[in-house]
């Protein structure tokens, strides 16, 4: 449905709209208009090329611009941005070669469903026949698989229709990357098309005869159980989740990370992340259960242990992408709708029927997370030197405000957090999606966090393989006076690698790979105008937080980790990551899917 307007209004906005164009004469001055009246307020570029004009014209509009390090920064940062505002509220500028190095951010943009827009600026069309230094004729061939929309742009006319149908495409149905290719003479051609100011369509709800089934279904069902994934989040979905849970007594679990935090971890009815890095808990209480209810999330890897959670013979799956109901698993009702959407038609079609009311789920999920709690912490005291992930992240718990935002990377570091962080009603949603979770990612997400969030404290809690990848973003944070928490998880090694390696059975001499060299990341990082300190003793850790929350700009703590944690599963006998299983004959795969779901 379309937001409706008085005629009287829509006086006002052809006068608004006429008084536009008279201020975009050309197609410099018209994309930085198209942008802001779309609702992009923010640009994350680098420098360079045929960006300048771009650029000129954006910041004649009023939208201010942050330059990272490189390109691929960049984009995450955008990223980090688009995902807390949920729309495209920010977008990425690059000369034509440069968007090459941000293609992990628009694939992530896809796997992740996060809204990114990204406008490259190409040479003039002409030179694409003439062989110019850097021609960026095949830049859009190679973009066009990862997006969601893709545009080249030859006109100055056809500037303000591209950014409105990228903007949308971008930040509607399920989340994805646009991409436009601008060729420099469109920015010196005058234009005289209207830019009209965008206002995003309302999201899909459930077919009301489906959402009558579904309460059939719930009903009927002994145990049922809610898994509510990423997407809740992403359409702004939480509290219409917490009414459901309460109105029926149904448990709620997550998906282990992009659903963190859909509820409270102390609200009674939570009973924690499931899957390979979840919760015990979680995945005892969604095994019991005969109707699961799955909202807004697929049925990954990660979060299924690899598809060998015990599954019910009645599963409901709701989506706002019509590819996710049956993809993986035939549901017994399938419903396309924004999850927010049919949370609210539940509980209203709830609200209007003799619904059956539950009260054992409570006391079933409190005795399943006591069980965890206690298995949790007695595999660690606090005092061990070098210290555990688990004290680490405890400390940080304890520390940091209530509603700080904690950003993993990738591997072990990333599954630590995202377990073990406390998520409390006021917590925000993990920035970085479930799936891509790539190295090098967190501090440029924590710094788009940190400018769309900007009263959040913003921790990037990185492993030490990882900060190699962005460290040189540290001078970013000095530059433009954002501050940001740094905590380095150094456990001298990429922990996850080695583990699969050794899981392999390989050489001692192959998994001697994964070791990594002393490295002074204070020195580097006060090299670059961020205070820091290093930690090696337990006892000096709350302190050190204390500073860092203290400080009045980016600070870095580089903490001594012991590099042999184990990273326990939360489902016995799975190996959670499919490369590390020796492949064996007959198998459906040669990576080893026996006895899971896709079979």
């Keep these: 449905m379309w937001h409706c307007k008085g005629k009287a209004a829509m006086d006002t906005e052809v006068t608004d709209v006429q008084e536009t164009i008279a201020a975009a004469q050309d197609g410099r001055e018209a994309i930085g208009v198209a942008l802001r009246d779309a609702g992009v307020e923010l640009v994350f570029g680098y420098p360079g090329g045929g960006a300048y004009q771009i650029l000129d014209g954006i910041l004649s509009a009023g939208i201010p ?39 992990p951010a628009l694939y992530a943009a896809k796997q ?3 809204p990114l827009l990204v406008i490259d600026a190409n040479l003039a ?11 960026g004729e095949e830049v859009y061939s190679s973009m066009k698989p990862l997006t969601k929309y893709i545009r080249r742009v030859v006109t100055a006319d056809d500037l303000p229709l591209a950014v409105r149908q990228a903007v949308t495409a971008a930040s509607t149905g399920r989340f994805g990357a646009a991409v436009l290719d601008v060729y420099s003479q469109v920015m010196t051609q005058p234009i005289v098309a209207a830019i009209e100011p965008l206002v995003l369509p309302e999201p899909p ?25 990423a997407g809740v989040h992403l359409a702004d979905g939480t509290a219409q989740l917490a009414e459901l849970a309460e109105k029926t007594g149904v448990p709620v679990v997550s998906t282990g990370r992009g659903g963190r935090g859909v509820l409270s971890d102390d609200h009674p009815l939570y009973a924690g992340p499931i899957g390979s890095f979840g919760w015990t808990s979680a995945n005892e209480v969604v095994q019991r259960a005969d109707l699961w209810i799955a909202v807004g999330t697929s049925f990954s890897q990660i979060s ?15 989506d706002i992408d019509p590819g996710q109901p049956g993809k993986i698993v035939q549901p017994t009702i399938g419903l396309v709708a924004d999850a927010r959407s049919a949370l609210a038609q539940l509980n209203s079609a709830a609200q209007k029927r003799d619904l059956r009311q539950r009260t054992e789920g409570r006391s079933m999920v409190a005795a399943a997370k006591q069980a965890w709690y206690e298995a949790y912490r007695s595999r660690y005291d606090g005092s061990e030197k070098p210290m555990t992930q688990m004290h680490l992240i405890d400390v940080l718990n304890a520390e940091l405000p209530a509603d700080a935002i904690c950003i993993g990377d990738s591997g072990s570091n990333a599954f630590f957090i995202s377990r073990g962080r406390h998520f409390g009603a006021d917590c925000p949603p993990v920035p970085n999606g479930p799936r891509y979770q790539s190295l ?36 970013t944070l000095t530059h433009h006076g954002i501050k940001v928490i740094i905590v380095i998880d150094n456990n001298g090694c ?21 070791e990594l060299p002393p490295t002074d990341f204070v020195g580097v990082a006060a090299g670059m105008g961020v205070d820091g300190e290093r930690v090696e003793h337990p006892e000096d850790l709350a302190a050190a937080v204390r500073r860092a929350l203290d400080a009045p700009g980016s600070y870095l703590i580089d903490v001594a980790t012991d590099p042999d944690t184990r990273l326990h599963r939360a ?7 499919l490369s590390d299983r020796p492949a064996k004959k007959g198998q459906h795969t040669s990576i080893g899917l026996e006895g899971s779901w896709p079979w």
């Design 112 to 114: 992740d469903s996060n």
């Design 125 to 135: 069309s002409a030179l694409d026949m003439r062989e110019a230094l850097q021609e």
């Design 304 to 318: 299924t242990a690899a598809w060998t959670l015990d599954k019910p013979s009645k599963i409901v799956h709701i």
């Design 440 to 475: 090098g990612a967190s501090l440029p997400i924590a710094i788009g966090t940190k400018l769309a969030l900007p009263d959040k404290t913003v921790v990037s809690f990185h492993g030490d393989g990882g900060f190699y990848y962005d460290l040189m973003e540290l001078a």
């Design 65 to 103: 611009n942050i330059s990272a390090r490189t390109e691929l920064s960049a984009a995450w940062m955008s990223y980090g941005y688009n995902r807390m505002r949920r729309r495209a509220s920010s977008a990425c500028l690059f000369h034509v070669v440069g968007t090459l190095h941000a293609v």
């Design 571 to 577: 489902v016995p006998n799975v190996v959670p990551i």
């Design 205 to 229: 709800q459930a077919a009301s005869a489906g959402i009558d089934d579904v309460i059939e279904l719930l009903n009927s069902s002994e145990r049922p159980v809610i898994i509510a994934g």
């Design 494 to 514: 990429l922990m996850a690698n080695r583990s699969g390696m050794a899981s392999l059975g390989m050489r001692e001499e192959v998994a001697a790979w994964t």
